[in-house]
């Protein structure tokens, strides 16, 4: 067998392709977050729990694939960047979309929610001075709701520039030679896993907030996810290890969505539950990373535009769903005919307001979008003479 391409420093079509899947099972969660039996800003009157094996499954893994391919991303920039660009690059990529999603793309969500729930009447702009209040959601209507993954990978690349600049010594360098070689061996990546397990048990009890300062178990998983992407970005061996691991992990895998599925907590004792629900975690992300490496070597045609429009498709796909399943509320048709409508129309809303960013330069940056790519001048003759 063929050893799978290396992708250069500068393009890895394996993640950016599994970035945009990322992007697209994410609104394709939240649009069932619409109708199945949870609590969520807009709900159809008609559940559809069915739908809630399988979300459960897609909840674990969605959300942590993504924070790994942003720690693997920070590697790959650092190799290009002073740690002082890397710092700056980051505060405009995601600081700033951060803030104006906060105060623009965000409070449509809560006035929807809002009006849905019967705690307000009147027009959007009597409601948004409210947002200035300040007040946190859901108290008030001060919130990132869906950006808190932008909120919590700004913090930690700013907490781990320590890091990034030690791994830059002699002897950080080979530290990250042993941990390439260790990784590399056996089975050693699943080993990983320990720390994310005993982190979920130990702060069992803290709920998932996504408000930071009273987080701290999302808040610690995601920073061991957003480092162990960031030691795979720095280790290239143990990309060839995963591919040749990759079935053996999707066995494992298997194994770990049946036990999930057949014996879910409460059915299965808290902490063997957070054991398998870790196990299913960890294996499904070196699974979707090994198979994604093997088969994904080169960018097809639509990647880089897809690749280049799945931020700005992010920060707006909720709030896109949610006002477009208000909408849809009152249409006489079944729950399963409102899903498709809901998931139909909220993809191509969303997907058009992210081509309209594109082209408009000065918002690009609001979006985490790089500038446009200034047009080579064409010379007419008389430019020539």
Known sequence: MNAPARPTAMHHPDLDWL??????????????????????????????????????????????????????????????????????????????????????VVPPQIYVERLFRGQFHGSYAAFYPTVLDFVPYPAGSFSWHHLWFVAYLFIYCLLALPLFAALRTERGGRVLAWTDAWLSRGVNVLWLAVPLVLTRVLLRDHPETHALFDDPRTFLVYGLLFLYGHLLGRCPGVWGRLVALRHGLLALFLVALVVEMVWPWPVMPVVPAIVGGTVLIWSGLLVALGYARRHVRVSPAWLPRAQALSYPFYIFHQTVIVCVGYLCLRLPVGPWAMLLVVLTASFAVTLALCEGVSRVSWLRPLFGMKPRAARPAVLTPEAVG
Do not use: C, Y
Not at 60 to 82: D, E, K, Y
């Open 19 to 104: 970035r945009v899947l990322a992007i697209v099972v994410l609104h394709l969660f939240h649009t069932g977050m619409m109708f199945n039996t949870w609590e969520w800003h807009v709900k159809s009157p008609q559940a559809l729990p069915v739908l809630e094996p399988v979300m459960s499954v897609l909840h674990l893994v969605r959300m942590p694939l993504l924070m790994v391919i942003s720690g693997a991303g920070t590697a790959f920039a650092l190799r290009r960047r002073t740690l002082g660009a890397f710092t700056k690059d980051r505060t405009k990529r995601l600081l700033l979309p951060l803030v104006f999603g906060m105060f623009v």
